[in-house]
């Protein structure tokens, strides 16, 4: 039989390759509510508030206080590698953030209707814009896509709706709303135990309550004891740990022997971006399993700090799990500062049942 003739191979549309891009990035609400947190962070804002509507494929909504987005950024803000934050190919390593390069607003562009307010300190007012496929676009047929000046107070609103519109397999994908909100309440409450200094909030739309609200003032301890109660906050000692060797530092609040929970909860932030780790989840586990009775699993908080260098930013962005040099080296001295941690409070307490 004669070979078949080869097909002509064809570039895929540029709007099909952003939209495949975008929908690998961004698999859930979730994700883009993360990022959205971590651009209202990086701004400066002292004050974060998220509404929630459908589980946020319907709505996610976002309102800072920062130091807002410049009126002549506004144009490019949503095309794909438009940043503030790093200029040059070595700055990527030393930025101390992963993943996203100027992709997260592009990225939701594609898939979500996507609007934002915005104000500085030096604007007299603030401005809205809307934005389909990275570029600016009219809100309403026959007007402008250009910018409108609103009043407004400073910071930026970021709103988010019907995400996935345009991705009918993904948005079939999703089985339940409550299911999504619960990981949103997750994201939200692993950012607001983190940010010390920082309010957070985080409602259904119309709802008059919030279901995670904590105060600018509130101390790491009270922001978790605000979202994970009492029962687990009054268990935590706290944990250091730092080598310079190995280029790295960790603070945390970890459970004692005290308290064991069927699941481990791991907050887990690498240079100020919620990560998640098997490697770390599995040897923390591993640590506690001699102290806690059959079963039982621990709290832990762990925020550290590595020599950006050594952590491996150029991880494709669909892979939230982080890796960092010298990773087996540093879990040991957390694990053994854990260790320590643990067999110190056990003393105490056998000596003051003695006493
Ligand atoms: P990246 O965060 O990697 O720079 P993003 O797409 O998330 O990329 O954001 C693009 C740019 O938009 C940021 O670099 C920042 O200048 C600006 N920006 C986004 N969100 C905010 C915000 N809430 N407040 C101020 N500036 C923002
Ligand atoms: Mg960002």
Known sequence: LPLPAPRRIRALAQDVVNKIAAGEIIVAPEHALKELIENAVDAGSTSLEVVVKDGGLKLLQITDNGHGIDKEDLAILC????????????DLSSIGTYGF?????ASISHIAHLSVTTRTKESSCAWRAHYSDGKLVSPKPGQSAEPKPIAGRGGTQITVEDLFYNVPSRRRAFRSASEEYAKILDMVARYAVH???????????????ADISVPTAAGTLDRIRQIHKATVANELVTLNAENERWGFKCEGWISSAN???KRTTLLLFIN???????????AVEQTYATFLPKGGRPFVYLSLDIEPARVDVNVHPTKREVHFLNEDEIIAIICDEIRNSLSKVDTSRSFMTQS
């Open 79 to 90: 095309e794909r590698f438009t940043t503030s934050k790093l200029k040059a190919f070595e």
């Open 259 to 261: 308290y064991s929970a």
């Open 272 to 282: 100020h971006r919620s990560v998640e780790s098997s490697i770390i989840k599995k």
């Open 101 to 105: 390069r100027g992709e997260a607003l």
């Open 195 to 209: 940010c010390a200094g920082v309010s957070f909030s985080c409602k259904k739309h119309g709802a008059s309550t």
